[in-house]
């Protein structure tokens, strides 16, 4: 305002329009230089000083960018162009608090400006002040009376209950929400879909179901359009939570016979069943006196074919029942089977009853009372398997019915399910008669296939057999044929046949799927996009080689059938690309053997994306760094944490649109998904990871106090909410056929979620640790926002002492926590923990790695103390202290040197064995221990340079001092010590160089064993003979190469050959790609440590 009192509006913008321009295409110093411009022709032009800040602020100038939006933010603005582009810088650096602040002081200058008052509210929504956003809707209403505003009040309300104690929630702030809700309803006012589906959302928070009902009978129930049959389905849902189980169970009946194949609705209708199975009889007389839905006075059904339901008929009358208020029926349905041969029957005043005319059939009175026998419910599901079978197109949800229906009466323990199911085999012969040769099959059977009794499954499976009709031998003719085979084996494997084979067994099985495979291929999809039918034939044969792998690796037999699994894999994704239950499986071969770069390609070939960068993230990302793959991990945490990042903005404007345009169901969870994400276990751990991987692999002291500086860590204070830790993982995305005592458990799921939860509080305070270390140099309090003040509670200190003594206690807290882990997961339990019989559990954790190699925490302690006592040593120098405890005494920092240097020669030489045993080892999964083993030495190297760093930076300013005279004895002595102190720490850096490079040479030695033609890894990748000849000649049979002219024609003969070539080249460049970055990092490391003599 105060520019376009001087100044044109015209001319303003003018002026403006370069800057803008110059700021979308990104060029930010040019649009600075316009900025400075324009200011120098009119200095006090707000907008275009905050369009200066905002490209301060994308060339890295946080800092000055701040200065001036503090200095805009104090002159109140009022123009909209000033406030949106502050509203962009605040949002860019993470403050959206400050948002609210200038559209605070904007409205106080112009209380009366809508638009104004419109964005402080969604600043307020940005924050989640609920209370504010919800003064600030009413003073919106108050000056504009409109329908949004007041909802939006409403709203701010049911948000305040949604995070509020749920008694004052329940007692006040839903109580309001609902008052102000039936207010406008009295006086007609409510007239969109999104107000009448809060008003329900807040009555059926307070659990006032009755009243819901009544809504949902009423004239409101209308306005209920957005979905098909709205007010049924959602009336069913307000019976049931009422656990009146008469008029649900009446309820879901009508609306399966309008829909037969809606799963949840069956799903309800049985859980209502059970219930009045179990009621007393006099509760069954009461409610039959009752009527159908619980009136005396309730009018009969109606039912006609071709009627659409209409939700305006429901009428609500009073009743003398507890509830006060009941529904009636629904009062017409939709006879889906027009032209069936069922007819109306209509007695005078008595209920409609639907009688067949040509079958035994009858239902009479069935649509007009509730089922509460088992014999009603075999009747009920006779009727809807009746009309199913009259259909063209049948539906599975009448014959899973009766699976489901015999499953709940085995649980309930009363009943005999043979006599009112029927035969569970017949049951399930009945399904796969219709729908054996769907791909749909298998989901849909296996979770009842347990109802098998053991000594049935034998017959079951033979019943099949006979149905595929394919005798031992012989291939499918058709795709359907093929289907029913591959359906086959899945029932097959899912009730535990190949669990009970020996490895050779499993080994001529495998062999036997990849033929039916080879074969498939003449009914492949041409389309590149599409699932091949026969792949699943590849990925059970390569289920039952990773099995046969584990059982080598039990049995001491060269385990290498998991790589005859990978190249089954390659083979199948160079026919079939979009297949990603073969990427995923072969991402986990790939890293169960320690080739990270080759798992790499394969996840970059799912193209995880938003979401699955949380959910799938678990897959990979925390695997990379373990195999040394320093550079493709700093790609994925940054991919993953821009992520994250970005996903408060995305979040905040998803709630923000769910205002505007009225979709307040959609708000709470908008809210829920931010909290999810924000307190993602994935999102702290691979921030933690990130974080130690730039300060470990900094070149310098130099740069690790730049990065610093550029990071929000407090040693004294632990800032991941570990009780707000979410687990987000799918682990479901993996096919498995398994029987379920190999399937992941909840159980399972809770124990690698909290073996994560471990890893990450273990990270967190080695990462806190290395913190309050750099903290101790010299040069620390150049850092600037990291200074040293945090620690002491806010008070300012000349001296380390406060720094020293967290740096202790977390040291404390480090070595207890490490402790209880070694007793929780001792070694001999490793292999049961890593869940490697489970093929869908998630990789072993990294925690494993770190409990076996157990030394780096003892030589971090050692660490710790030197550091200590350097830092205790410089205040002595200072004359800062007055006495010198134990932890001071030089012998004991000498010592402590000497020690350091020795444990870490000692882990050099374990490595140098290591290196060893990969040479003769045919295991491949030893190549990834020993990349594990050799990324925690580096990482001991890192932290020892790390301190040697500080150390320096605390002894060099010492080593020119003069010595101090002291009046004590004590302090003379500890004065002289310095010589010697400075001496062994230039020992300890020399035999910290020579340890890395024999480090280095170990690594080279381990390159070049793998680049020979003759090395290990080329032996255990081309151990596939029997498969080679197998499918070689299969491959050639003409009937493969000539059966389907439309498929692609290739060189089928040479994919097996390709395939093996790409596994082979792709574990040798994995482990090459390792061994040359950590040799990389060695050699910065190297030069590092040159610049650390003193």
Known sequence: MAAKSHVDVSVSERRLRPIYDWLDVGNNKKALQEAEKVLKKQPSFQCAKVLKSLALLRLGKEDECEQILESVRQEVPCEDSTLQAMTLCYREIHKPEKICEIYEGATKKDPSNEELLTHLFMAYVRVNDYRKQQQTAMALYKLKPKNPYYFWAVMSLVMQAYKADEKVSKDVVLLLAERMVKKFVEEGKVDAEQEVQLYLMILEMQKKYAEALEVLSGPLGAKLMSCPNPVPVRRAGLLMKMERWSDTNLSYKLLLREDIDRWSFYQDYFTSSFHLFDEKPSQKSDAAKQGPIGDSNANVLNVADNVNVDSENAQVEKSEGTLGKSVECISSVKDETKGSDFEVVQGGGEAVSLVKCDGDLKEDGMWSKADTTPEDIRHFLAILSQKNEKLSRKFR?????????????????????????GDIVELLLSYLRNFGDKPCCFPDLKIFLNLLPENRKGEFIAKVEDMVSLRKGEFPETAQQMQQHINLIELSRRIGFHQSLSREEKLELATNFICHYAHGICFASPLQTDFSMNDMYAMIACHLLYEAWIDEKMSGIPPTSITKAMIILELVLSLSPSNYHAKLLLLKCYSLVGAGAGAH?????????????????????????????YSYAASIYETTLKFFTANYKDSVDHLTFSYKFGSFLTIEEFVEFRERLDNSLHYSSITVEDMLLVILHANNHTQRLQAMSLMDINPDKDKVEWAKLQDNRDLKVMISWDPPDRQMSPETTKETFEMGVDLLRLRSLILRILGAAIMLSENAPALGKMSKVDVTNGSESSNDGDLTSVLQ?????????????????????????????????????????????????KHLQVLVKILIGVSLSRDDQKQLCSDASQENDGSQLLNNMSHAADMLECSVKELKEGVSKCRESLDLSDRKSFLENAVIVVEMIGMTILVCGVCHSILKPMKNA???????????????????????????????????EDMRKALEVWGQDLSSPSSVVASSVKENSKFDSSLSALLKDPRINNCNAEVERKSVDGLWDASELKVLQRLLDSYLASSREIRQLLTKKLKNIESLHV
């Open 397 to 421: 949800g009448p014959y899973l019915a009766y699976l489901e229906l015999y499953q709940r009466l085995l649980d309930r323990g009363k009943e005999n399910p043979n006599e009112i199911a």
């Open 601 to 629: 390609c394969v996840y970059e070939l799912l193209d995880v994306k938003h979401m699955q960068l949380d959910s799938l993230g678990h897959l990979h990302c925390s695997h990379l760094y373990g195999n040394g793959l």
């Open 809 to 857: 206690r977390l040291m404390n807290e480090l070595d207890h926590h490490f402790g209880s882990l070694c007793s929780r997961y001792p070694i001999d339990v490793h292999v049961k923990k890593s869940l490697l019989n489970v093929i869908a559990a998630p990789l072993p954790s990294r925690l494993f790695s770190l409990i076996r190699h157990g030394s780096w925490c």
């Open 962 to 996: 003069p010595l101090v005279k002291k009046g004590k004895k004590k302090k003379e002595s500890i004065s002289a010590q310095q010589p010697k102190i400075l001496e062994l720490y230039n020992t300890m850096v020399n035999r910290l160089k020579q340890s890395m």
